[in-house]
């Protein structure tokens, strides 16, 4: 797959956390918090899967991942740099090393699918010349090279899923957060798009998936577990916890 | 693939979805625009009227000796004429013919009515230097030792009325030209708030995919800069239309005050210039307001 790397990656050595969490909790408004005391830490190049029942606080926490949300309290470091006292504008550039895949896709509707997955490649300032056989190459990879002019609105869940992944990873971004994107595809559809999130995690990309589907989470030997419930993280081993108990997390 | 060109290119211009006229903003530019152009050209020509009314009346007066005996009215012209002549800030003095004052006073007495008997007075026209202008009083005190019938007519001073009627008129264009300028500004903020509104979803994602702020916000101001210079172009044009309609209508007229009014080749490249001043206006207001707002979100 050819995709493009933006510039600034490889900050922390292999092995390194790119993640962590430090006393974290996250509370809208006046309302009692929706995440509390989360303390962890996710190593480069890891592959995890965030799991829990629904309202136990998974879309939050990628949330504060994605950098689409400050936490009420605690320490957040991404990429080996505070990100709750960052200023507002070095924001974007923390943004361009990430991928994600939205719950609900939030493709723009006016835009084709091709013009949706170089999105994140035109934001990077990524010449019209150089981002024309990548995205066509990735959308055929989805399954999806027919359909690249159709409009989101045209497209089936499925469809629109598998152009919001593509458009998650055609950076090549360093993390990778997806939240449910296997939810409206097929099983082999689902079983192929994991193998592309596995062929990025081998290229070094951290990969960080809510889901509930354990089959899924089976399917990736090497991969590690996340369980919130009720906006804590439940960890009995303490394998997640920063700093980690077992020298290899 | 090269990368670290920081903004849109132009096909991302089709990142907000509606088409470029699909709103009121155009339009509403347009009536601003058609109302700032016909206000700055009022303005404009009623500055070359009061030039013109300047240049032809300032320091100038006429003299009249009003003598209902013909060779004592004439006499007394000659001796005002000589006087006038030889008095030093006087810078021209000269005896207006019969015939050129019986063609001005035709209008009033008709065709041939100034050839009857009727005592038509002696004109001499004067131009003065701004300094003898301000002793006017000392050059009626000497007119009156040799043409006692003589009378001194300060030209500013029966035009001073139509000048402060001028004056006002140009400071109310001006006025109404930055009344205009702040409506306009205000109808870019407002259509640029609405933008943002409309676009928020899209400005989410483009922010979680790292654009900046100003990546953003140039899209909007490239389509309110469209939109501003569609809109002011037709404005313009429409007050084209109209002024040129009303300038024909007043050489009809054959009025030289309202011909003087006219509008010189510089006055139309600052008119011409209006709508691109719009263009840039709106494209600042626009960008300040977009980043203001971009600011308020993470």
Do not use: C
Not at chain 1, 6 to 21: E, R
Not at chain 1, 34 to 40: G, M, R, W
Not at chain 1, 143 to 152: D, Q, S
Not at chain 2, 145 to 170: F, K
Request: no cysteine; glycine share 10%.
């Amino acid at each position: 797959m050819a995709g493009y790397r933006p510039s600034g990656s490889g900050l922390l050595n292999s092995g390194g956390s790119i993640v962590q969490f430090d006393n974290v909790g996250l509370r809208y408004g006046t309302g009692a918090e929706t995440l509390s005391d989360l303390s962890f830490s996710l190593r480069q190049g890891g592959f995890y899967f965030l799991t829990g029942p629904s309202g136990a606080g998974k879309t939050s926490l990628l949330k504060l991942l994605y950098l689409a949300q400050r936490p009420s309290r605690g320490l957040i470091k991404l990429f080996g740099e505070d990100i709750v006292t960052m200023p507002r504008k070095r924001l974007p550039g923390f943004r361009r090393r990430i991928g994600v895949v939205f719950q609900d896709f939030r493709l723009v509707p006016h835009l084709s699918a091709f013009d949706n997955v170089a999105l994140p490649l035109r934001v990077a300032g990524v010449e019209e010349s150089d981002l024309q056989t990548p995205v066509a190459e990735m959308l055929s990879w989805v399954g999806l090279g027919h359909r690249a002019t159709a409009r989101p609105a045209t497209l089936s869940g499925g469809e629109q899923q598998r152009v919001a992944i593509a458009r998650a990873v055609i950076a090549r971004p360093e993390l990778l957060v997806a939240d449910e994107p296997t939810g409206n595809v097929d099983p082999e559809m689902a079983k192929r798009l994991l193998h592309l999130f596995d062929g990025l995690n081998k290229l070094g990309t951290t990969i960080v998936v809510a889901t509930h589907d354990l089959h899924l989470i089976s399917s990736i030997g090497s991969s590690e577990m996340l369980r919130l419930d009720r906006g804590t993280l439940l960890d009995p081993t303490g394998a997640l916890r920063h700093p980690p108990k077992r020298a290899d997390v | 693939m090269k990368a670290g060109v920081r903004q849109f290119g132009t096909a991302d211009a089709r990142l907000l979805s509606e088409g470029r006229l699909s709103g009121p903003m155009p339009w509403v530019i347009a009536i601003m625009m058609f109302l700032t152009v016909l206000a700055a050209a009022a303005g404009l020509g009623l500055g070359g009227a009061a030039d013109r009314l300047d240049t032809t009346t300032g320091n100038r007066a006429s003299v009249q000796i009003v003598e209902p005996n013909p060779d004592s009215r004439e006499t007394q012209a000659r001796e005002a004429l000589a006087l006038l002549q030889r008095t030093p800030g006087v810078t021209s003095a000269r005896r207006v013919p019969p015939a050129e004052v019986a063609d001005l006073l035709e209008p009033w007495l008709g065709p041939g009515g100034a050839q009857s008997d009727l005592p038509i007075p002696a004109l001499i026209d004067i131009e003065l230097s701004p300094s003898a202008y301000a002793q006017m009083d000392s050059l009626r005190s000497a007119l009156a030792q040799v043409a006692p019938a003589a009378r001194v007519d300060d030209n500013a001073q029966w035009l001073a009325p139509l000048a402060g009627l001028i004056g006002s008129l140009r400071w109310l264009a001006g006025g109404l030209v930055l009344l205009m300028i702040a409506a306009t500004a205000a109808t870019v903020v407002l259509a640029a708030r609405a933008a943002l509104d409309t676009h928020r979803s899209t400005i989410e994602v483009l922010h979680l995919m790292g654009a900046t702020d100003v990546q953003v916000a140039r899209l909007f101001q490239r389509r309110i800069a469209l939109d501003a210079l569609f809109g002011g172009f037709v404005g313009l044009a429409a007050a084209t239309a109209v002024l040129l309609l009303i300038g024909n209508r007043i050489g009809a007229l054959g009025s030289d005050l309202l011909g003087s009014a006219g509008l010189p080749l510089l006055s139309w490249v600052l008119l011409v210039a209006l709508p691109v001043f719009g263009v840039l206006l709106a494209m600042v207001v626009a960008r300040t307001t977009i980043l203001r707002a971009l600011g308020r979100m993470l």
